[in-house]
Structures are given as structure tokens and as C-alpha cells.
């Protein structure tokens, strides 16, 4: 198993940090030089020696981090794989493990991972920003079936994805990345496994994103409504029936795009499936439910959209949700 230089770097960070951040008395330093240098020294050397054993294991890997951090970067992830960061609504994101996975060099990558019970995310440090990423699994001890984790959008956007809550008292997680069958993987994939804690006090959420006022050439924007999470949770909209087509636009604001699931109701009647609830359209378009014309019997069309989670944490974050309907000439 091959180790590069970032691995290694990162792996030294991780061992040796509680060392360095542990407060030393200014007297007892002076007292004991040589004994501060050696002690220095072994934890080096210990580093170092963890370092040559997880090459000489193969590729299942245990890595723990520290406990003790430096202040985290706000905002934007600016590093790599940083040690600790924070997101815009204070939610803290600290590293466990980091892990490599080159699709050149080997079929699959399993290592394992100690966690505490806070909810656990992946961070890609992706080849290309527009590269598919491999295939993530999680196995938890006990649970008799993996749990997928899925990134699509983490590499162009470069932020986390959250996996689905562990059963309680879960306390390693062994994970295993490799290609998705019949795809192929661009140069080399590192991976961070973080846990996160959210703000104790939640914030205020940003204003809600407008709707473009057109999509393509066709489609014009006839009414829209938000609301806020956790607060109201859902948008319910009503318009004529014109005999025109109709199109939905749903998306979420603030640091939950793509991290809460939404339901949809067309007159009382549920549209089958439950799906991401996606990042706000940008200049290059939006994505949309094309609903077709309706039935002359439906005088009215009724669009209820709900958010729900299957992560309570996501209940101290803060964001929005926005649904927009459109209509266009058949």
C-alpha cells in the first residue's frame, strides 16, 4: 500500500497534535530541556512508527483523531481536508480518519473508524471537481446490511455529505469505497471522516432565494412561496388551471440544500419518492418537475411540498425552503 506525502503529513498532524497543544508549565520546561526534547522525540518516533504500520497493514486502517484541536476555519472549506471547520451556521465539523483510495492501483479500500454517536460525514478531496465519485459503504457492527452514503454533488460543491444516523451505541464504523459497476474512476480519491456537532443556539436563516423569473425560453414563473426550517417545514401553492402546462421548482437555501429530504402533493395525491431537497437554481438553469397540463376537471392546481429528516440534529440548523410554479405553452 502506497502512503504519499499528504498522508503522511496528515497522519503526523493527527498523532502528534494532543502533544503539542498540551499546556506545558514555563518552569517545568526550563527545569527539564532534555527530558521536553526526548519526550518530543518518542512522540515523533511514535508517529512515525504508526505511519510504517498502517503501510505494512494492507488496506484496512483504524485511525482515531485528536481530541483537542486547533480553532476551526470558518464558512468555506479552504483546506483539503481540514482538521476541524465550521459551516456558515456554526455547525462544528471535526475529523476522525483520512483515507486514499487509488482506482489505479487497487479494486476496493476498506479502513475502519472509531465515532462517538455524533452524526459522521465524508468529505472528497476529489480528483477533478467534476469527477463521479466511487461508491461509499458503511458496516456497523450488529446491522446486518451496509448503509450507502451518496456524493454526488460533494465534489463540485466541496462540501460534506452526511451519513444516515448509526444505531445507538455504534462506536466503529468500517467503511469500503470502490468504483460503482461498470464505471471508471479519474486519478487518486482522498477522504476525510469527520463528525459534527450543531450550534447550540440556532441561527437566524438567510433570506430565501428568488426564482428565476424564467427557465430556458419557455417557462415563466406564475406564483412562488418560502418558509423557513424548522419552523413551518412546508409551502403549500395554489393556482388557475389555464390549460397550460405546468411545471414545480423546489430547493432548499442555507447550509440544508441536498441535506433534507422533501415530499410532494398535486391535489391531495403524493408524487411517489422521497428526494433530496436541491441547492438553489444558479445562472446556468434549474431543475424541474414537469406536471404536464392538467386534466379539464381540475380547475385548480394545489402543490404542497414538505421537508422531513431522519437526523434530529438537523433540527438545530438553520435554512429554507422555497417552491415555485411555472407554466409554458403546449
Not at 465515532?115 to 469527477?131: F, N, R, Y
Amino acid at each position: 500500500m502506497h502512503i504519499d506525502q499528504g498522508e503522511l503529513r496528515d497522519l503526523l498532524d493527527e498523532r502528534s497534535r494532543p502533544a503539542l497543544d498540551r499546556p506545558i508549565p514555563w518552569h517545568s520546561l526550563r527545569a527539564g530541556t532534555r527530558g521536553a526534547r526526548r519526550r518530543r522525540l518518542s512522540a515523533v518516533t511514535a508517529a512515525v512508527t504508526v505511519a510504517v504500520a498502517v503501510v505494512a497493514a494492507g488496506t484496512v486502517v483504524s485511525l482515531r483523531g485528536p481530541d483537542q484541536v486547533d480553532q476551526p476555519t470558518t464558512a468555506n472549506v479552504t483546506e483539503k481536508l481540514p482538521i476541524q471547520y465550521e459551516e456558515s451556521d456554526g455547525t462544528l465539523y471535526r475529523r476522525l480518519a483520512t483515507a486514499t483510495f487509488d482506482p489505479s492501483r487497487e479494486e476496493s479500500r476498506t479502513f475502519q473508524v472509531e465515532v462517538s454517536g455524533k452524526p459522521v460525514a465524508i468529505l472528497p478531496d476529489c480528483p477533478s471537481p467534476k469527477a463521479a465519485p466511487p461508491q461509499v459503504r458503511a458496516r456497523v457492527p450488529g446491522l446486518n446490511k451496509d448503509l450507502p452514503l451518496f456524493l454526488m454533488n460533494s465534489c463540485a460543491r466541496g462540501k460534506a455529505a452526511d451519513m444516515q444516523p448509526f444505531p445507538a451505541g455504534t462506536r466503529t464504523v468500517r467503511f469500503t469505497v470502490k468504483p460503482y459497476p461498470g464505471s471508471t474512476l479519474p486519478g487518486k480519491w482522498r477522504f476525510g471522516v469527520y463528525e459534527w456537532t450543531p450550534p447550540t443556539t440556532i441561527k437566524t436563516a438567510s433570506p430565501p432565494v428568488d426564482p428565476p423569473a424564467k427557465i430556458g425560453k419557455d417557462l415563466s414563473l406564475v406564483t412562488k412561496g418560502s418558509t423557513t426550517w424548522p419552523g413551518t417545514r412546508e409551502v403549500t401553492l395554489t393556482v388557475p388551471n389555464r390549460g397550460r402546462g405546468l411545471a414545480i421548482v423546489t430547493y432548499c437555501g442555507d447550509g440544508l440544500a441536498e441535506r433534507l429530504n422533501q415530499k410532494l402533493w398535486v391535489n391531495g395525491r403524493p408524487v411517489k419518492g422521497s428526494i433530496d431537497c436541491s441547492a438553489p437554481p444558479t445562472t446556468s438553469g434549474a431543475g424541474y418537475l414537469d406536471m404536464g397540463k392538467r386534466p379539464r376537471s381540475e380547475k385548480t392546481t394545489t402543490i404542497r411540498v414538505r421537508l422531513e429528516t431522519s437526523i434530529p440534529e438537523y433540527l438545530q440548523r438553520p435554512g429554507t425552503l422555497t417552491l415555485a410554479v411555472y407554466d409554458y405553452d403546449l
